[in-house]
């Protein structure tokens, strides 16, 4: 299979009513909002990924890898610019807006200060540890169902963007390795920035849901809370297995086992999209 089969560039252009619901996750405001808060960093992390996997493209000798890196980075560039339509949304119809912009203010000089003065390698690095969780976590979502408890629009932002999560998985993983990336070094540095990341996403999550104690008030009837535990419980069983995968030695991303529903989701946003190459 080719590379543009493999990794297909598609647009997509998404559209958020300020009446969208930002419970999209069924009885499960805490859940939400840490997904669309941490959604919040997007705009700035992925354009960081990006600007990493294209510096580093003079290292890449293998054709076939550089045009994976591309395709990858067009990939995030179409990601991010959807999540960024929806976040200007969130801000304007969540009480937590103006705190939710100042968390992005302070996590967009972040990542533009890492481009600025971190090497090359810690840069790479940070991309390979996001990229390897994100494909455990979207494998987990896919094979637990949890798409079927979400409401549009938001669904299907989510699940576009992390079955390409899961059809880039090898690129960050291999264009570090190709800029002399190791183990030892990788591991160093990718629990280091997971814990960074998901830190982050915390905070954003904390300020929406202390900025809205009223919904949060609405999903404290008990089945809510069984369904919630049971539905975490599912996930987290799914999900940490493949994250352990990632810290051993001989992970490799194109070897992992794809979930049963990934080639039909390619092939629905495939259809969906305005344009595919």
């Known amino acids: 299979m080719g590379v543009a089969d493999n990794i297909p560039i598609r647009r997509l252009d998404f559209e958020f009513a300020d009446d969208m619901d930002l419970v999209f996750i069924k009885d499960d405001p805490a859940l939400s909002y840490l997904f669309v808060g941490s ?3 997007l705009p700035h992390l992925e354009p960081f990924l990006i600007r990493t996997v294209q ?3 003079d290292q890449v000798k293998n054709d076939r890898l550089r045009e994976e ?4 980075c067009a990939q995030e560039g179409q990601h991010f610019r959807q999540h960024q339509k929806m976040n200007e949304v969130v801000k304007r119809i969540h009480p937590a807006g103006p705190r939710l912009a100042e968390l992005e203010r302070e996590v967009a000089v972040i990542f533009e200060d890492w ?3 971190k090497p090359l390698k810690f840069c790479l690095a940070y991309g390979e540890g996001f ?3 994100t494909c455990a976590a979207a494998r987990a979502q896919m094979e637990t169902g949890m798409f079927d408890d979400m409401k ?3 669904r299907g932002l989510m699940y576009w963007h992390i079955m390409e999560e899961v059809e880039h998985r090898t690129v960050a993983h291999d264009v570090y ?3 002399g990336g190791n183990y030892l070094h990788r591991m160093k540095l990718a629990m280091f920035f997971q814990r960074h990341y998901l830190g982050l996403c915390k905070r954003f999550q904390a300020a929406m849901i202390e900025a809205a104690p009223e919904v949060m008030a609405r999903y404290q009837q008990p089945e809510m809370e069984a ?3 049971a539905r975490m419980t599912a996930y987290t069983k799914a999900f940490m297995p493949k994250l352990l995968a990632t810290y051993t030695p001989w992970y490799s991303p194109s070897s992992v086992p794809l979930p049963p529903s990934y080639e039909g989701a390619r092939r629905t946003f495939s259809d969906l999209a305005l344009s595919v190459r």
Request: charged letters at 30%.
């Open 177 to 179: 390795r190709a800029c």
């Open 69 to 72: 890196a591309i395709r990858f």
């Open 227 to 229: 369904k919630r535990k």
């Open 131 to 133: 990229e390897s969780m």
């Open 39 to 41: 959604w919040m960093m």
């Open 55 to 57: 510096a580093a493209l």
């Open 152 to 154: 549009e629009p938001i």
């Open 115 to 117: 481009s600025a003065n």
